[in-house]
C-alpha cells in the first residue's frame, strides 16, 4: 500500500497497478487466519477477503469523503444531471441520422456518439486516449482560423458540442473556437445544423468544404 500510494503521486493512473503488489501477501496472510470464537476459519477468511477487496475500499473511501466534505448531495445529484443534459438518447439518435463521418465532439460526449451512431469520434474520456484528448483541446481552444486547418487536416465533418450557459462562454472572450460555438456566434466554416427540438443545448455544425468558402 505504501508503494500503491508513492507510484499514485508519481502518476495516479499506476495506483491500481501498485495494489497489485500486495495481493500474494495479503493472499497468504488471509489463508492462515484462524477461527475466532465459534466462527469457523472459513466464514473468517471469506469475509476478509471481502472487506479488503480493493472496490469495498474505493467506494468506503468515496462515501467517508462524501460525509467529511459534505458532497453527498451533489453525488446523489449527479447522474440525474448526467442523464438530463446533453447527453439524451433523442438527441444522440437526431445526432446519429446524420450522414456518418468524423465528429469534432466535447471529449465526454464522444462515447454518447460513438455509441449511438456511426459516427467516428476524435476522443473519449479514458486514460489510454490522452494523446486524443490533448489534440482535441487544443483544437477547440484554438482562434476560428487555426482551428479551421486542424479541422480540415483531420478530415473533420461535424462539430458538435454542448451549449449550456451561452451566456458564461460569451462574457469569456477568448476568441477560441470553442467560446464562439458555445455562445451561438457565427464561424465562417462551419454550418449551424437544426436537427430538432430534440436536442435541446445540444448544437451540431457540418464543416463546410472548402469550395463553399
Request: hydrophobic share 50%; proline share 5%; net charge positive.
Amino acid at each position: 500500500m505504501v508503494l500503491a500510494v508513492v507510484y499514485g503521486c508519481i502518476y495516479v493512473r499506476l495506483m491500481p497497478y501498485a495494489v497489485w503488489l500486495t495481493i500474494p501477501v495479503l493472499a497468504v496472510w488471509i489463508a492462515h487466519l484462524p477461527q475466532i470464537g465459534e466462527t469457523p476459519a472459513r466464514t473468517i477468511r471469506l469475509g476478509a477477503i471481502v472487506l479488503l477487496n480493493q472496490m469495498v475500499l474505493l467506494f468506503a473511501g468515496q462515501a467517508l469523503t462524501a460525509l467529511a466534505f459534505g458532497l453527498e448531495k451533489a453525488a446523489a445529484e449527479a447522474p440525474k444531471a448526467a442523464t438530463s443534459g446533453c447527453e439524451k438518447r433523442a438527441a444522440m439518435r437526431l445526432v446519429g441520422g446524420l450522414r456518418a463521418g468524423l465528429v469534432i465532439a466535447d471529449v465526454d460526449l464522444g462515447p454518447h456518439i460513438a455509441a449511438h451512431s456511426s459516427h467516428r469520434v476524435m476522443a473519449a474520456p479514458y486514460h489510454r486516449l490522452d494523446q486524443s484528448i490533448i489534440a482535441l483541446h487544443d483544437l477547440l481552444t484554438s482562434r476560428p482560423e487555426a482551428a479551421e486547418t486542424k479541422l480540415r487536416t483531420l478530415g473533420a465533418t461535424y462539430v458538435v458540442l454542448c451549449a449550456k450557459n451561452s451566456e458564461e462562454f460569451r462574457k469569456q472572450g477568448t476568441g477560441s473556437l470553442h467560446e464562439r460555438l458555445r455562445g451561438g456566434l457565427p464561424v465562417e466554416f462551419l454550418e449551424p445544423m437544426a436537427l430538432g427540438a430534440a436536442m435541446g443545448d445540444l448544437k451540431a455544425w457540418r464543416v463546410k468544404p472548402a469550395i463553399e468558402r
